[in-house]
Each structure stands twice: as structure tokens, then as C-alpha cells.
């Protein structure tokens, strides 16, 4: 199970340091962008963002498409409101997506690095199926099952990840498939200290067990994580509504 009000507190105590260290997840924002942008003629109107954030994604989305007359943006963290004033079709609504009730019919639900939050991916793609209009779009970025597994092996904890087949019979339930890709992107530090405080910055400590990453905890992980890189597993899909 996933501790919601931990991750909620651990993002909202890194908010201030994310845009500057969230370079993976500017990399997969961008991509997965890409990817809606490759759609012909496509101009969705009503927008859905799920775990906005500080806004990387939102920011992207409506400079691309000048159709966008309404984005509602959830994310689980309240702070992140004060990012959300980037333009007047923005709403920003703070919750857990997967309990929250969407507010109406969407041409596109969207997100970016966030869906591996979702605890019960199953029921909630059946929610986000629920929310699109007939050929709506559902398209977002996560990660894969090997996403950071040097620091899996040192901790034994995070999360489990997506396996792109698995994830796609999941989804062909309720959706077309159009794209689904996966890459490796890696980060290199000097020091495996730097590499934990830039996870520590991006929030990711999260998926890592309820305690704080105190000096003598951080220290004890030192001696089983020798890791001067982080290497994501990153995962893109798009799908149609059926």
C-alpha cells in the first residue's frame, strides 16, 4: 500500500527545490508532448491533468495547444496551487485522483510522471475511461518495473512499476492503443550522496518507507548504496477511447 499523506508531505517539504532538479521529469514531459503533438489534428478542448505539480507538464500543453478552452489540474499536494496560476483556464483542484470525483466529460486526460502513485490502476483507468468522451484521449508517462534498482537493492523498498505489456492488456480494455514506448534515461553525480539528495529534492524518498532520511539513516544507506548514477525506466503510452 501506498502512504498518500507521506508522499503528500514529502513532496510538498522538496516543492521548492523541484523544477530545478527535476530534470528526468522535464525529459519525460517533453516526450510524452511529443507524443499528442504527433496526433493529426488533434485540438482537445477540455483537458484533465493529473498530479500536476509545479506545473512542468501544464506549462508545455497549453503553449502547444491553443484549443484548450478549460484544464483542470489535480494534484494530491495543496502547495502546489501557487504554481497553477499560469493562465486563466487553469482550475486547480487538490486531492487523490483516484478518490476525487472528475468534474465532467474530458477530450483529453493527461499526466506526467505521476500515475505510479495510483494504487489500483485497474479501477482507475475504468474511472478515467468514464471521464473521456468517445475517442478521447488518455495519454501520460510513469515508470517501468526497473526504474531505480540499484536503490531498490540498497533499500529494499520502492515502487513496483509498470511492465508495458501488462499495462497495455490492462488498458486495451477501455482503450485503443496508438503509442507505447519505453526508455532509459540515467543521471550521473559526483557522489552517491549527491545522487540521494537529488532524490530527496524530486520527492522521490516517498517510496522509500515511512522514516526521514535523518544524517546517521543516510549514512547507513551510504554503506549498501555505492551508486554515482540513477538510471529511470520510463514509460509512454497513448490510447483512444473505445
Known amino acids: 500500500m501506498i502512504d498518500k499523506m507521506l508522499v503528500r508531505r514529502r513532496f510538498a517539504r522538496s516543492i521548492g527545490d523541484y523544477d530545478r532538479e527535476a530534470f528526468v521529469q522535464k525529459k519525460m514531459a517533453e516526450t510524452l508532448l ?66 476525487l470525483a472528475f468534474d465532467g466529460v474530458f477530450d483529453l486526460i493527461v499526466s506526467s510522471a505521476a500515475l505510479q502513485w495510483i494504487e489500483d490502476f485497474s479501477r482507475f483507468s475504468e474511472k478515467v475511461a468514464a471521464a473521456l468522451r468517445p475517442g478521447g484521449v488518455f495519454a501520460f508517462s510513469s515508470f517501468g518495473s526497473e526504474n531505480l534498482g540499484a536503490l531498490r537493492n540498497a533499500t529494499g523498498r520502492g515502487l513496483s512499476g509498470f511492465e508495458p505489456e501488462e499495462m497495455n492488456l490492462l488498458l486495451g480494455k477501455h482503450f485503443k492503443m496508438f503509442r507505447l514506448t519505453r526508455e532509459e534515461q540515467t543521471l550521473a553525480f559526483a557522489t552517491p550522496l549527491d545522487a540521494l539528495r537529488h532524490l530527496k529534492s524530486t520527492g522521490v524518498t516517498a517510496s522509500g518507507g515511512g522514516e526521514v532520511w535523518t544524517k546517521g539513516r543516510l549514512a547507513g544507506l551510504l554503506e549498501r548504496f555505492s551508486e554515482k548514477e540513477l538510471v529511470y525506466d520510463c514509460i509512454y503510452y497513448g490510447g483512444e477511447k473505445l
Open 34 to 99: 511529443e507524443l499528442l503533438a504527433d496526433r493529426p489534428d488533434f485540438s482537445p478542448r477540455r483537458v484533465l491533468e493529473i498530479g500536476c505539480g509545479t506545473g512542468i507538464f501544464t506549462r508545455l500543453l497549453l503553449a502547444e495547444f491553443t484549443s484548450i478552452s478549460e484544464l483542470e489540474a489535480i494534484d494530491l499536494v495543496p502547495e502546489c496551487a501557487q504554481y497553477m496560476n499560469v493562465d486563466p483556464r487553469v482550475r486547480f483542484r487538490a486531492g487523490d485522483a483516484e478518490t
